[in-house]
C-alpha cells in the first residue's frame, strides 16, 4: 500500500449519481479531497442516473449536498467553483435504449483513468457492467467500485460478483466496507504491528475475551423497504463487524500490501467455528426496538416506521458469540454486538485481559476483569487502556482501575478525513488495501448463512427491546452465562 497516495487523472462515473449516498457521503467527501489538494486538475465526476438533469441542475444539488454536510464546516467559494466545474451528468437508462451509452461514452476521455463507482442496488450491478462492456468502455485499467449490499446470501453474493467479474478481473474490482475507510480501524492495524509490547499477549493465554459493538442511536430512517429484507445480521454483522474481528484476530501479515493484508483476513473468516444446529440459540440473539425515548426524544417502534410491513420480523439487534478456531484464539469467545435505536451511539473493540494468575493483594479490591484495552471507532476516536493502580493514601492498600486514555483528536492537530473520503482517495490511486475481495465476502456469507437460516427455519422472533435500551436482555445472558458483562461504562463525551 502506497502510504501517500498518489492521485490520478480520472474519470470517477457514479452510477446511482443523484441518489442518496451520492448525496450524503460521496460527494461530500469529493469535496474534501478537492479541497485538500487530493484530486488531480483533470479529473471529473460524472453523475449517471434516469433524472434527466442537466449539469447546471445536478451542480445546485451538488453545492447544497456539500454545505448540508457536517464535516464541511466553511465552503470556501473558490474550491466550490473549481468542485462544481468538475461535476457532469449523463441521463441513462440501464434497462432503455443504447442513448445514454453513447452520451456516456462521447463525454469520457480516452486519456484518462476510468473508475465506475455502482450506487446502485446490486441486482442491476450485472446489466450496468455488460452495458459498459457492451458499449466498449472498459478499458484495462478500469475499476469498478462496488457498494454494499454485496448479496443477501452467499449465492446471490457469487451471482453478482460472477455478473461483475465476466466483465473487471477481480484485481479492478473495489468492494466498499466503509468501516475500513474509519481512521481508528487504520489505527489498530498500527496499534497491533507497529509496537511491540502489544503482541505478546495478543492471544489466548492473556487474553480472555474480545467484545466487538457497533451501537446506534437512529433507527432505520427512511430505509425500512431495504432493511427489511437485510436486517442487522446481513448490515452490520456480515460486513463490518466481521471485518473487526478480522482485523483484531489476524496474524501479522508480512507486509502492509493489499494481498498480504487480505490473505490473512480471509484466514480468520475461514477459521470462524461455524454456529450451527443447538449453538445458533446458545450463541445468538436477535432483537427488534419498540417504541421509546433515545437521548430526549420519543421515537416509533422498527414496526409502526413507515415503509414495511407492520408483522415483520427483521430483527435490528444482534448479540452472538463467535470463535476463532486457531492456535492463537482457541478458547476465547468474541462476542459482536451491534444493534439500532440503543441508548449511546458508540462502535468500539474491547480486548479484556485476563485476570493475573496469582495476586499478591488479597483483599485490596481487585475488581475481577478489570484490566482491558478498548480501541474506540466512534465518537471520540482513541485508544483507553485500562489497569488497576494502588489509590493513593497511608491507610490499607486499596487497588482501583485507572484509565490511560490517548484521544486522537486530543493528540493531533489534524482533521481525520472520513471513511469515504479515505476510500475515494483510495480509489483514485488504485489502491485496494482496504476493499474486501470476492473471497472474504464469501467466506463471510459462508458464516452468517446458516445462522440466518437457523432463525428462519425455527421462525425465531426478534427479542422486542425499547428504544433508548442497552438492546434485549438475551443480550446480557448471552455473555452472562460465562460470568462476563458488556463493557458499558461511559465516557466523557
Ligand atoms: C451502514 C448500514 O453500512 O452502516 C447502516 O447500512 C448503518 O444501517 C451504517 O447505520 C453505520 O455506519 P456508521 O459509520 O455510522 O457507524
Redesign the pocket.
Known sequence: MQQQPVPRSTDLVVFGGTGDLSMRKLLPSLYLLDRDGHLDGGTRVIAVSRDGLTDADLRDKAASAVRGHSAVQVVEPDVMRRFLGRLHHVTLDVGGDRSGWTDLADLLAPDRDRVFYLAVPPMISGAICRGLSDAHLVTPESRVVME?PLGRDLASSQAVNDEVGAVFDESRVYRID??LG?ETVQNLLVLRFANVFLEPLWNSRWIDHVQIT?A?T?GVGG?RGYYDSSGAMR??VQ??LLQLLCLTAMEPPSSYDRDAVRDEKLKVLQSLRPVQGDRVEQHTVRGQYTRGVVQGEEVLGYLDEAGGSPTSATETFVALRAEVANWRWAGVPFYLRTG?RLSHAR?EIVIRFRDVPHTIFPGAGTPPGSGSLVIRL?PDEGIHLTMLAKTPGAGALRLRPVPLELSFADTFATRSPE?YERLLMDVLAADSTLFMRRDEVEAAWRWVDPIIRAWDDHDVAPEPYPSGSAGPAGAHRLIGRTGRTWHEEETPR
Open positions: 454494499k466503509h468501516y474509519k457497533a446506534e437512529v430505509r448490515d452490520m460486513n463490518h439500532k462502535s466512534q471513511a
